[in-house]
């Protein structure tokens, strides 16, 4: 930061030929990198995310450096001291804001997307609520975590659906970590049941999942499915699918596990549970009536008119966030309630965390 501090007075030194205000660039360069500290420092304290602050703190200091050095070379054309000093002041003033809003506030701000689906595969009359809940990423739990298993318990779930994603990439096989899940996951309770799917190999690997659901009444399907009665003989066809290293090989548990379905499920309504978004045209292919996924985060940092530019999905922003309707077959792919480990900046913007609450309604045919 020192040297960051040092080049820009530099530089505006250079473009002023002396002065006081490149000292106050200088100034004011170092005395916002060190709020960006205590504010990136103070989020685990707060008990509200729990990474490291350097690796964001360098990207902010770098970014700050960019705003104070690109207004700077503006004077070389002979633009005004006096705007440039204020166009600087106003540029970091609201990059302090938005680090302030995507750390502080955004990550807190859980909603709950309501979603009614009419089927024919369930009788007519014949009511389910599915709640999904995707991309956990737990740290430690805090306020967010709380306030889901509040709303949750408020909408009375029928089925309680978890699509993958369950300790943060930081804190995978950290005894503190897992605890803090277990115990979250343990309040978490539905009418008939709640099930699981493995996310990433990273986050969730094999030989975590006995240890984090062992004893939990969470029931993690792996590369499994289960039938569920409902109403005057319906069916519901849970098909729960495990995220590996590739898309192949998933397509591979994909194709077996819905081979394995008997004849007389496939009058039944088809509900796929699979961590990422990227089986939808076999989802589509094999008759599935509704897909659950997460993985995107929706980007979590997402641009105005643009939305998300990371996704991590073979399809980028195909499916990067929302509703998706293809043939007969309905996608839904959730912003998450977590964030992103390891250097990651835990942040949000214009991607708050979200709780899925989806109605099915049976109808005649």
Request: charged share 20%; with cysteine.
């Amino acid at each position: 930061m020192l040297l960051l501090a040092a080049a820009t007075q530099g530089l505006w030194w250079h473009s002023l030929g002396g002065g006081t205000t490149a000292l106050l660039v200088s100034a004011l360069y170092l005395v916002l990198a060190l709020a960006d500290w205590a504010m990136l420092a103070w989020l685990p304290r707060r008990g509200r995310s729990f990474g490291p602050p350097i690796p964001p703190l360098l990207a902010l200091s770098l970014a700050r450096w960019g705003l104070d050095a690109g207004t700077g070379l503006l004077m070389l054309n002979g633009r005004p001291a006096d705007r440039l000093l204020l166009l600087a002041f106003a540029l970091n003033a609201l990059t302090s804001s938005l680090v302030l809003y995507a750390t502080w506030i955004e990550p807190f701000r859980l909603g709950v997307t309501h979603l009614t689906l009419s089927t024919t595969r369930l009788p007519a009359g014949a009511r389910l609520r599915l709640v999904q809940l995707s991309d956990v990423h737990m740290e430690r739990t805090t306020r967010r975590d709380q306030e889901v298993l509040r709303r949750v318990r408020d909408l009375a779930p029928d089925l309680i659906l978890l699509t993958g994603d369950f300790l943060n990439l930081s804190y995978v096989g950290e005894p503190t970590a897992m605890a803090h899940f277990r115990a979250w996951a343990g309040q978490l309770e539905a009418r008939y049941s709640v099930y699981a799917v493995q996310g990433t190999p990273p986050v969730d690997p094999d030989h975590l999942m006995e240890e984090l659901f062992d004893g939990l009444s969470v029931r993690l399907l792996r590369n499994e499915y289960v039938t569920l009665s409902v109403g005057d003989g319906g069916q519901v066809i849970i098909v729960g699918v495990g995220a590996g290293m590739t898309l192949d090989e998933d397509r591979a548990r994909f194709q077996r596990t819905f081979a394995a379905l008997p004849a007389r499920g496939h009058d039944g309504f088809r509900l796929l549970l699979y961590h990422l978004p990227d089986l939808l045209p076999e989802a589509v292919a094999a008759g599935v009536d509704l897909y659950l996924a997460g993985h995107t985060h929706g980007g979590q940092i997402r641009l105005p008119l643009f939305g998300a530019f990371v996704t991590s999905s073979s399809y980028w922003k195909r499916y990067e966030t929302g509703l998706y309707r293809q043939g007969r077959t309905t996608l839904y792919v959730s912003r998450g309630l977590g964030m992103e480990g390891m250097a990651a900046p835990r942040a949000r913007f214009l991607c708050p965390p979200e709780i899925v609450c989806i109605d099915l309604e049976g109808v005649a045919a």
